[in-house]
């Protein structure tokens, strides 16, 4: 079955970096446009960024060149590196296939908070 792990999330201070992680595991993983998404509490989930199998990435306009997302087709992983963080973008990060459906499976997300 199909199974995403998230990790990499903490607590940073604004102005700092993460970088996320996720492991997909059960798919044909190199065929996938892959995807960050986020949910800020009482807030719906949203699109952070997206890559395809080609590597071609898209990013949501909040993100203003502060984010980039990679991926490796051998270790069927996606990351997620983010600079320059603020207190807005605390929130529960996920990753999944892109355009996933809010019905499908999701995995538990890394939690990020920003914050002095």
């Known amino acids: 079955q199909v199974q995403f792990t998230e990790s990499g999330g903490g607590l940073v201070q604004p102005g700092g970096s993460l970088r996320l992680s996720c492991a997909a595991s059960g798919l044909l993983f190199r065929i996938y446009a892959m995807a960050w998404y986020r949910q800020a509490p009482g807030k719906q989930r949203e699109l952070v960024a997206s890559i395809t199998s080609g590597k071609t990435t898209d990013y949501g306009d909040f993100v203003k060149g502060r984010f980039t997302i990679s991926r490796d087709n051998d270790k069927n992983m996606v990351y997620l590196q983010m600079n320059s963080l603020q207190p807005e973008d605390t929130a529960v990060y996920y990753c999944?296939?892109?355009?996933?459906?809010?019905?499908?499976?999701w995995g538990q997300g890394t939690q990020v908070t920003v914050s002095s």
């Open positions: 999944n296939i892109d355009h996933a459906s809010p019905t499908t499976y």
